[in-house]
């Protein structure tokens, strides 16, 4: 069975472009989620869909931000206009359900360089 | 969820065993302990879970303090593949966060051939 897949693996982009994000999880799992390592910093949470809603948007850090998951299978994220804060590796995950015994599998991550 | 403290880095000698310790002294009897780690240019990778009783996986084994309020993540003979940054996380039931992880700074493992 496929893991959770990430594209691109590596972008590098002008401060002011944008940039859009795909993660495509496990067959079947209904929940998704974002997390981004930024230079130097833990992991933090992004966001959360269930299917194609999404549940919790606590961690986006503004509306430069945009993430879909249309029709609750792959999902997007896009930065627009990135700018040199949004540095950083981009971690998509998926999991069965959102119960917390479940784990959590994630992707190999996109490392994303604003210049 | 809860805050957990871990030692910045440990070193550790192929083939012998490592114990990882994790402190979380605010842990609510609600709240499972979870384990994660980040080998190398990967993602996050679960590792075992458990709530009072010690647990045991093909990967690791999670001995729990009485009080909860500690636990060790146990690698029974440690590889080179085993080097890795591993998080000790809290989750908890009920609650508005049960989604997401919330990670802290880990240990970074260094195994020495």
């Known amino acids: 069975e496929a893991g959770v897949t990430q594209f691109p693996s590596h972008s590098v982009i002008e401060k002011g472009q944008t940039v859009t994000l795909r993660c495509d999880p496990i067959s079947g799992h209904d929940n998704l989620y974002w997390y981004r390592r930024v230079m130097g910093k833990e992991i933090k949470f992004l966001l959360h869909?269930?299917?194609?809603?999404?549940?919790?948007e606590s961690g986006m850090p503004n509306n430069r931000f945009l993430a879909e998951r249309t029709g609750g299978t792959y999902s997007t994220l896009k930065v627009q206009p990135a700018e040199l804060e949004d540095s950083g590796v981009y971690f998509c995950?998926?999991?069965?359900?959102?119960?917390?015994?479940?784990?959590?599998?994630f992707g190999p991550g996109t490392r994303l360089t604003v210049l | 969820d809860a805050k957990t403290t871990q030692p910045n880095s440990m070193e550790s000698n192929e083939e012998e065993p490592v114990h990882l310790p994790c402190n979380h002294s605010?842990?609510?009897?609600?709240?499972?302990i979870h384990w994660y780690r980040q080998l190398p240019s990967q993602g996050p990778e679960y590792v075992i879970h458990?709530?009072?009783s010690n647990v045991n996986n093909r990967m690791a084994s999670l001995a729990i303090a009485e009080d909860r309020k500690s636990s060790t993540l146990i690698l029974h003979r440690a590889t080179l593949r085993d080097a890795a940054v591993y998080y000790c996380i809290l989750r908890s039931l009920g609650g508005g966060s049960q989604g997401n992880l919330i990670f802290g700074k880990g240990t970074k493992l260094s195994v020495k051939p």
């Open positions: 869909f269930v299917k194609e809603s999404k549940q919790d």
């Open positions: 995950a998926s999991s069965l359900d959102r119960h917390i015994l479940n784990e959590q599998f």
């Open positions: 458990g709530l009072t």
């Open positions: 605010t842990i609510s009897g609600t709240d499972y």
